[in-house]
């Protein structure tokens, strides 16, 4: 590059800093004259190079201004690197001192400055230590009219306001009310000079004593807005305008602040002006910047709850002093809904968090939280377990030790029909829990030892299945009946409150049997699968009435036998009657009941549209109608339409609003407020015994109308991001669409975001936790049918009843090569049972060699659905069992080469009663495996007993692996343990060269990787973190010394590698 004159430029550059240096090196005299002659070079040099090509010389604040560098840039970076800006800073001292200071060289001085400063990252600290802040404040209050002289001040300014130090000092020596003086409402001269106050003030601002100090002049910022709003019709000074409102932004990052904007209109202000933005797409920026402001100020609210403990409470015959549930009991009453006000500036730098951030913030916690105590990467020694109290547990291993003695080898079809097992595994296997447990309705014949032969029961004929019409929906009940040429489906669905299956009919008067026992009424009788409407019980009267009138029709249940071996909607009702439920359903929900057909092509995913931090249109819309709240609030319903904290739950429809209910297994919903014609607020009940971890939800709508777009927010979520915000979906399933032949979850929902809103809880509620504030998942949905019965859920349900119902079937698929053996390994704290399933191949022979090697097969241990939120971890167990069962020649050989050991469900209460994360203690049952209590975490406390029988057998399993669903990663991957990988990552230097570790563990990850396209080594760790130190992965690695041992990973929302990537799908469950 080359000048005038054609000396380089670098050279030049050199030359005057020479110069320079010189002059200030040389004397206490400083010829004034020499001195501002070097500096007009200097500054001549760079705006030289600023006019080639000046393109932004028309944007009146562009021109010169700090941070727009073109080919001088480079010539700057010479400067600085030489130690420029230091001797400009010292000059500018030493001008200073003059009486009067020059004008001119003062003027030349800072417009240097502003130039070099930006590209000087220690420009700020050598500032304040050279002492020149004052100069230019002093500068600037003495020449506030002198508008030549004032931008390169303020310019100076701006670049030492980005030190926060500087920012804090500048604060207290009056700036900021200095800037107040400069910035106006609208003109239309000095427009670059108010451009860079405002940019000044808004940098100063970021200090919270600064911001305290700006709190009296909002009104004047919102003054001043709406006046450049109003004005500025050509869209001429739309960075003054943003510049307002990143003043705002600022100033409200501060309780005080947020008050001032509520007291002085803010929220309308910013309301109305935004709108008024909204047809102009360059205006954009102003909206998000407005909608920002405005979300933060929103006045913080608790839930619509009285309380946020969970509705329901199951009371532990064992609670232990300090733990969860004596805590959460513990709380004077009112503590844990109080909205804690202290935080002051929590919500700000949450709102400032990219994505990015936040994906940097998880791995830094990652990175921390990776073990460092290499005593606890060791194995531990201690065998806590005398082996005589382990030895009940050898009647789950009786393949062990079994000779086969009594199976008819020449007969097989025995093996079909009667487990193969010695006379003495059919006395029922009781595993002493230390939990005394009420003794159960014998009628109710619960899942107990290995069970072939299911309680008898009455057939159940799907022909037989009554229809009966609502009795309390009088309005639906006589439309039903006007509208006489309606399909019979139609009307099915239209008229029915109630499905009673199965000939015994309706209990007599609403609860009779249950005054005889505790079985939930309808299950005792038969099961109620209710399609819409209130929970009111038919009389037997009622029910004769319906029967002679003829009123009966019969169900078209679409038939899924052939698509879903494992499905059978008559079992499903048997079987529901031995699931024990903390609320005592006695309703069964029509998806589970009528079971999933996975549809045949794939789902895509909806394409990402918008982010989190960045509120294009969809979202926008969403915020203010949220803000519209606020503003307009006689535009709001707020009718409580579902209640599960009040008796009758469903409170009586008023005309037109959707019905809900998640009276259900697995089912979740607390609360339902209709806030708009069509937009519901939903609020989620926490874990059981517990006032939190909402996520999963799954229930049922109806009383819809077509064609009108419904909004529904999910207003407690608490995650501080999600998948619906990437894509995923929320699952809907339609009654009409399934008795049309087509039984299925799809994914539907439109608009679908999730953010932070404006509900919040105390910190004490929350655990001491960070996370005070709720999150918003919405969405939009249009519905299809009149009189449907729609159910949402979070993922593809998985009941513990249709665990009961696939176990059941998988039986059939048992030919007499295979053995198949069901355990029950012990009763949950809510009275249902946990079942173990052995899968192996039958020995060829009794011949000794075959038996030898039958019962030397090494074992691979499998459980899942620790975490009663991810469905999708039921759904890879099934898939697992289907197959393990089934006939394929790879199938055939894993049976006779291995010993399955498997635990399908490990939290069957948290799944029935349709919590995310805990079991009934209020606990999550994946990190109690160091030490699981007998009385409080029963399943827990048997399967890590099993593990640590066969470790004491030196039976050790091969494998080891926990199946989850993970809610934000994507593909299907496992996390393993390496002592080696685990020092690298946290590089403790001691003894890293003396380990020696098998890599045996990485194997079967790696042939996965290989076979199946959904999953991903490189989403895979071998890392042990301190946080998962009571996981069954961490435990059985450590203290049963399970090389092999994994929690295995499956995303809630498809892949971005492999096969199954771009455009990407969502994984379908079942
Ligand atoms: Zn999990």
New binding site residues.
């Given amino acids: 590059m080359t000048t005038e004159k054609g000396i380089p430029s670098n050279s030049r550059v050199l030359m005057l800093f020479g110069q320079l240096e010189k002059l200030n090196r040389e004397s206490m005299l400083v010829d004034p004259e020499i001195a501002r002659q070097i500096t007009a070079k200097v500054l001549h040099l760079i705006q030289t190079q600023d006019t080639e090509g000046d393109h932004v010389q028309g944007l009146q604040w562009h021109g010169g201004y700090p941070g727009d560098f073109g080919g001088g840039g480079r010539r700057i970076g010479v400067f600085v690197s030489k130690g420029g800006t230091g001797i400009l800073l010292q000059l500018v001292i030493r001008a200073s001192k003059e009486s009067p200071p020059s004008e001119e060289f003062m003027l030349q001085l800072h417009s240097v400055l502003a130039k070099v400063g930006p590209k000087d990252r220690k420009f700020g600290v050598k500032a304040r230590l050279n002492g020149a802040l004052n100069v230019t404040v002093n500068l600037l209050k003495q020449n506030l009219q002198n508008h030549k002289l004032l931008l390169p001040c303020l310019l100076v300014l701006q670049v030492y306001s980005s030190n926060t130090v500087n920012a804090v000092s500048l604060g207290k020596n009056g700036v900021v009310e200095l800037m107040f003086k400069i910035i106006g409402p609208y003109s239309k001269k000095n427009t670059s000079l108010l451009k860079v106050s405002l940019d000044t003030l808004g940098a100063l601002l970021k200090s919270k004593t600064n911001a305290q100090r700006a709190v009296v002049h909002v009104p004047v910022l919102l003054y001043i807005y709406q006046d450049w709003h109003r004005n500025d019709t050509r869209h001429r000074h739309i960075l003054i305008r943003k510049g307002i409102l990143g003043c705002l932004k600022n100033i409200t990052n501060i309780k005080l602040g947020r008050k001032a904007f509520i007291d002085a209109d803010g929220m309308r202000i910013l309301y109305n002006t935004s709108n008024e933005c909204l047809p102009v797409r360059t205006l954009d920026p102003l909206i998000n910047t407005s909608s920002l402001i405005m979300r933060k100020c929103f006045p913080k609210n608790r839930l619509p709850l009285s309380t946020i403990k969970s509705v329901f409470h199951h009371q532990l015959l064992c609670v232990p002093a300090g733990g969860p549930v004596a805590q959460l009991y513990n709380q004077p009453l009112g503590v844990d809904d109080v909205v804690d006000e202290s935080d002051n500036y929590e919500d700000a730098e949450a709102e400032n968090d990219t994505e990015n951030e936040m994906e940097e913030k998880d791995r830094h916690a990652g990175n921390d939280d990776v073990e460092t105590d290499i005593n606890k990467l060791r194995p531990k020694e201690t065998h806590s377990r005398p082996f005589e109290e382990l030895k009940i547990y050898e009647r789950f291993f009786m393949e062990l030790s079994e000779d086969f003695q009594v199976f008819n080898f020449d007969n097989p079809k025995r093996g079909v029909t009667a487990t193969p097992a010695a006379p003495k595994s059919h006395r029922p296997i009781i595993v002493p829990t230390t939990q005394a447990l009420p003794p159960k309705n014998p009628t109710a014949a619960p899942l107990q030892g290995e069970c072939p032969h299911p309680a008898p029961v009455p057939a159940l004929d799907l022909d037989t299945i009554n229809i009966t019409k609502d009795q309390d929906g009088c309005g639906d009940h006589t439309h039903s009946r006007s509208h006489p040429g309606a399909g019979l489906e139609q009307e099915l669905v239209q008229g029915l409150e109630r499905v009673a299956l199965d000939g015994a009919g309706p209990q007599a008067g609403g609860g009779g049997v249950n005054k005889h026992n505790r079985q939930p009424p309808i299950l005792a009788g038969g099961v109620a699968a209710r399609l819409g409407g209130e929970g009111e019980e038919m009389s037997a009267e009622d029910w004769a009435e319906e029967e002679e009138s003829g009123e009966g029709a019969v169900l078209h249940v679409p038939d899924t036998a052939l698509l879903l071996p494992l499905h059978d909607p008559d079992l499903y009702v048997e079987m529901v009657k031995s699931t024990r439920s903390v609320p005592q359903f006695s309703e069964v929900a029509y998806p589970d009941y009528l079971g999933h057909v996975a549809p045949t092509s794939r789902e895509h995913i909806l394409e990402r549209v918008y982010g989190v931090q960045s509120p294009l249109p969809p979202f926008r819309t969403k915020i203010f109608q949220d803000i519209e709240r606020l503003i307009h609030p006689n535009d709001i319903l707020d009718k409580v339409v579902y209640d599960l904290d009040i008796q009758s739950c469903t409170v009586v429809d008023g005309g037109g609003s959707l019905k809900f209910n998640s009276q259900f297994e697995s089912g979740n919903l607390r609360k339902a407020v209709q806030v708009r014609k069509f937009e519901y607020d939903l609020v989620l009940n926490s874990d059981i015994n517990s006032n939190h971890y909402h996520q999963w939800f799954y229930f049922e709508v109806s009383g819809m109308r077509v064609g009108s777009p419904y909004r529904f927010n999910i207003i407690n979520c608490e995650k501080s991001n999600s998948q619906f915000n990437y894509g995923m979906q929320v699952l809907m399933y339609s009654v009409q669409e399934a008795i049309s032949g087509r039984p299925r979850w799809v994914r539907t929902g439109t608009d679908i975001c999730y953010y932070k809103n404006h509900f919040s809880r105390s910190s004490i509620a929350a655990g001491g936790q960070k996370g005070k504030s709720y999150y918003t998942m919405t969405f939009s949905m249009t519905f299809n049918h009149k009189d449907d019965v729609c159910y949402f859920a979070y993922h593809y349900p998985y009941t513990y009843t249709t665990l009961k119902m696939h176990l059941q079937k998988l039986e059939a698929l048992r030919t007499p090569q295979t053995y198949l053996r069901k355990d029950v390994l012990c009763e949950t704290l809510g009275g249902n049972s946990c079942p173990l399933l052995t899968i192996t191949a039958m020995p060829e022979s009794t011949s000794n060699d075959q038996i030898c090697q039958f019962r030397n097969r090494p074992l691979v241990f499998l459980s899942s659905r620790?975490?009663p939120?991810?469905t999708n971890?039921s759904w890879v167990m099934k898939g697992t069992l289907e197959f393990l069962m089934g006939s394929s020649p790879l199938a055939h050989s894993l049976r006779e080469a291995y010993i399955f050991k498997i635990v399908p469900m490990l939290n069957p209460d948290g799944v029935v009663n349709g919590n995310h994360?805990c079991s009934l203690s209020g606990e999550d049952l994946?990190r109690q495996w160091q030490n699981p209590s007998p009385e409080l975490h029963p399943t827990i406390y048997h399967t890590k007993s099993l593990l640590q029988y066969l470790a004491a057998i030196q039976r050790a399993p091969l494998v080891f692996c926990d199946y989850?669903?993970?809610s934000r990663k994507k593909n299907v991957f496992m996390y393993g343990c390496s002592l080696k990988e685990t020092v690298w990552e946290t590089n403790i230097s001691a003894t890293s060269c003396e380990l020696h570790e098998d890599l045996g563990y990485r194997t079967l990850p790696k042939i996965l990787s290989q076979m199946a396209p959904a999953f991903s080594m490189a989403s895979c760790s071998f890392v042990v973190e301190r946080s998962k130190e009571a996981t069954a992965r961490v435990v059985v690695w450590r203290e049963i010394g399970v090389k092999r041992s994994y929690?295995m990973?499956s995303t809630l929302c498809g892949c971005d590698q492999g096969k199954y990537k771009q455009p990407e799908y969502v994984l379908v469950g079942g």
């Fill in positions: 620790v975490h939120g991810e971890a994360r994946n989850h669903g993970h929690t990973e």
